[in-house]
């Protein structure tokens, strides 16, 4: 617990330094106001960019352009059925 309490003291130093004590504080306040209490798991930045993928692909999906949407984002086919495959992970946390 007194890991998590240090990195949030952290974040708070980074947000002042970054964004200016005024705005620091209102982002913290904004975080704990909605967060305080939970266990909360924070994705790494790659999660992130992939779910954003994952999205975009689901929203190109006309059910016969798997290979195009393959090239367009430099994956395989197999990753493109994958990710319409497993659509109802999206609609399911809300991610969509």
């Known amino acids: 617990m007194q890991e998590n309490r240090e990195a949030v ?8 330094n970054e964004m200016g004590a ?7 306040k904004l975080i704990v106001e909605e967060l305080g209490g939970l266990r909360v798991n924070i994705p790494s930045l790659h999660d992130l960019y992939r779910l954003e993928r ?14 195009e949407i393959a090239i367009i984002f ?11 495959r497993n ?5 399911q946390n809300g991610n969509m």
Not at 22 to 28: A, D, F, P, T
Not at 54 to 67: E, P, S, V
């Open 22 to 28: 005024e705005s620091g504080e209102k982002v913290i």
């Open 87 to 91: 659509r109802h992970f999206y609609s």
């Open 54 to 67: 994952d999205r975009k692909i689901l929203a190109m999906n006309r059910g016969t352009n798997h290979k």
């Open 9 to 16: 003291w952290r974040l708070f130093r980074r947000l002042c």
């Open 74 to 84: 430099n994956i395989s086919v197999q990753q493109v059925r994958r990710v319409i």
